[in-house]
């Protein structure tokens, strides 16, 4: 049987869409199917991956080896300084730490690793087999906070409890118990925090930067190369804004009621979205000069970028390309990004997203794209060949799907070494893409030669 | 040379672990097993980041099912959430083996596979053969769940039956390219061969005009009927357990001969590797190996001033540490520093049985991780490292070359073809080794003279 011919599992067909189909609503936020192979991890995943950037932070795994050796460096989350955040520390439990609890264990490893690497906060991830052997993680965390002096936070992040959607809210819950922590004096009215920016490759970097020459005071970015210090003091920030909607909202949400500080969501992928970030902070302080300033760091990017990536645009043109990303707002953006280069997105999924979303995305793509939510591989591999796709953009799971099928490939999540995001981001974005569509390997995969069978099967 | 015995452990947590959890072993072998397909009984978790780390060695497609548990499912049982993953992996993969793993989780509930499996057999008919695998990580590490899959294929398909013309074959934890070469050297030896597991091409495939949902390849079910019936068990790993072995086993339950012995890296651990062949076969070695043989200790004597008491510090699984260590005290080098996250005697038991001197000088720590590693050679520095990719950031602190071996190696191109047993892998190993010294060599030189 070829790919294209088969089924959906029943229970997920409801979770499949196409553009242009009226009164079919998108099944969506469920958790994942037993045996449907999904690209989704857990909550521990979830809040690790937030939490991950706080690079002065001491994040350690409680739980038995696996959580922790898997996430162990894994992300390409930049730090300006401290390089704590790329360790992978376990408590390691075995089976008498089963039989007889891990508190003890998780006492003197938060001491001993405390003494050793001085961090300025602690975090410690409950994973499934302390949810279920009920270890007190709260209040060994409380012990070792009064013991040290520092923040010491307990993270629920039990594999089973829900999707990594809240593994994203057990990491804001998190963040919250250092939010507020610390006086704000000093903190001028033009001042922002950047929430749901993880710093892949220095692209908060690049997004502070464009603040600052807006002569905006960015107090904190959570969590890209994030310091605990600030995060104590982002209560004093005038605006939140948040890139990273499906992690970072409960947290925006979180401090506008407790801190009075509102919150706007923003995109820095592609040049449409970034530049409309940019304007609506300085639309948020209603301040002509700053107003200016904004339209003049945009126009200098744009007339530096455009011609760079004219060159990548003309070759793309009329090729098509799947995304399959963890939340639905960056394939809003890659959907944009992706039109500029002259390319059509014809599948499009997200682990994440929900009703609102999907309906987003149903209104941008033209008639007969795909949708999809919470997808797994067989899926993924028969939209490419059925829409017979020139690119993939996915994570390193999704990768070997398209690499196997003769299909271009980027890689859009949190493991990437090279920045995608603002102005610049986009220039490396379409040269990945034109160096992965018009690379001359394809024309010897078997799905492109179908006409030249004479000596090989 | 301070010889310390006793490991007195300075530390309760483990900081950037050498060891991987036992779910993955047994996925790996489940990956080579002919249409079979794995399930983990646990968390949505366990599936996709073992997915991902495997991904990132293989670069292939690497499906793997999980039971998905919720809350709910912690709490009153994963029975429901497990015949709906079989009952979903057979209308989506069709696979002809299904491997349960429980996952931590699945072992601390407690949960009752063949409870569960006997439910499922009486409300459906025409299943898979399923097999289920406990592979709780709190009770050991990647290897443990490599050998317990083994095992349970073994013991779930071997029947007892008239002697062949077949010899077993357990190669453990290598590359594809190896189980390649070691199929090859079999056929050679006119020995036909029953290899467990054999992801030679399911995990080192080609392209694909349709997607191929279990890559085809692997060891056939008839194959893994066939070895009760073999005439011997060639089984790679010092360090297994007789509990865990498949071939003293087999040995144990179908009267055939069993031989525990290295991983054939080097000449001594080749050649008895190819005595065994001789021995089991009748046949004498072919020439082809008789002269790869020879070019081997041809660059050994074309390298051997450049290896030259040069130190060294070897990582990983206990039996690939083991073999290195054999290889080096072949070219005179000086293992310094023996690492494993393996449990404790496990590999220095190892290492005393087959090289006793090293075992005598060397810096043996066992249940360690990479802060071990990255202190034990701040106290006796090597000139090299030879390990697997997670090795590389003390690779980087120290200015110390590293040589990649093992498993993961996620930061160069080719791992699954990487090299390293029979006269052939061992050359291209030294090839490696002998160049990274080279290298450091004109790296750090002022002049930067081209070598000849």
Known sequence: MKMTDIDILSDRKRQINKAGTEGLAMECEKHSLAGAVSQRACVFCGSRVVLYPVTDALHLIHGPIGCAAYTWDIRGALSSGPQLHRMSFSTDLREMDVIHGGENKLYKSLIELIDKYNPKAAFVYSTCVVGVIGDDVASVCARVKREKGIPVIAVHSEGFKGS???????????????????PVDTIPRLSVNILGDFNIAGESWIIKNYYEKMGIRVVSTITGDARVKDIMQAHGASLNIVQCSGSMTWLAQQMESNYGIPYIRASYFGIEDTAKALYDVADFFDDPELTDRARKLVRCEVEKVIPQIKRYSEALRG??????VGGAFKAFSLIKSLRMLNMDTVVVGSQTGNKSDYEVLKAMCNKGTIIVDDANTLELARFILEKDVDLFIGGVKERPIAYKLGVGFCDHNHERKIALAGFEGMVNFSREVFNTVTSPVWKFVPRRQTKKEVYFD | MTKINKVIKTHTSTRNACKLCAPLGASMVLKGIEQAMPILHGSQGCATYIRRYVIGHFREPFDIASSSFTEETTVFGGGENLMRAIENIITQYNPEIIGIATTCLAETIGEDIQLHLAALAGKKADLP??????????????????????????????????????VAVFPGMLSPQDYRYIKQMLFDFQLPSVVIPDFSDTLDGGSWQDYQKIPPGGTAIDDLKDCGRCCGAIEFGLSISEDQSSAEYLSKSYGMPSYKMPIPIGIENSDEFFSTLCTISGHPVPDKYSMARMRLIDAYVDGHKYAAG????????????????????????????????????????????????????????????????????????????IGNSKGYTVSRKLSVPLVRVGFPIHDRLGAQRFSLVGYEGTTELFDRIINAIIEKKQESSDIGYLTW
Request: contains cysteine; glycine residues 6%; hydrophobic residues 45%.
């Open chain 1, 164 to 182: 990594k959607k809240d593994g994203y809210k057990a990491a804001c819950d998190a963040l919250l118990n250092l939010v507020g922590t610390l």
């Open chain 1, 319 to 324: 090729k098509k390309a799947a995304v399959y």
């Open chain 2, 129 to 166: 053969t399923i097999v289920h695998v406990s592979t709780p990580s709190y009770k050991g590490t990647h290897m443990d769940g490599f050998f317990a899959a083994v095992k349970t294929l073994v013991r779930k398909f071997a029947v007892k039956g008239t002697r062949i013309n077949k």
């Open chain 2, 310 to 385: 040069k130190s060294v510090a070897l990582y990983g699984e206990e039996d690939l540490v083991c073999a290195l260590a054999s290889f080096m005290s072949e070219i005179g080098m000086t293992v310094s520093v023996c690492i494993s996250g393996c449990k404790p005697e496990s590999l220095r038991k190892a290492m005393e049985k087959r090289v006793p001197a090293v075992a005598a000088s060397a810096r043996i720590l066992e249940d360690a991780d990479f802060e071990d590693l990255l202190n034990a050679i701040e106290e006796s520095p090597v000139d090299l490292i």
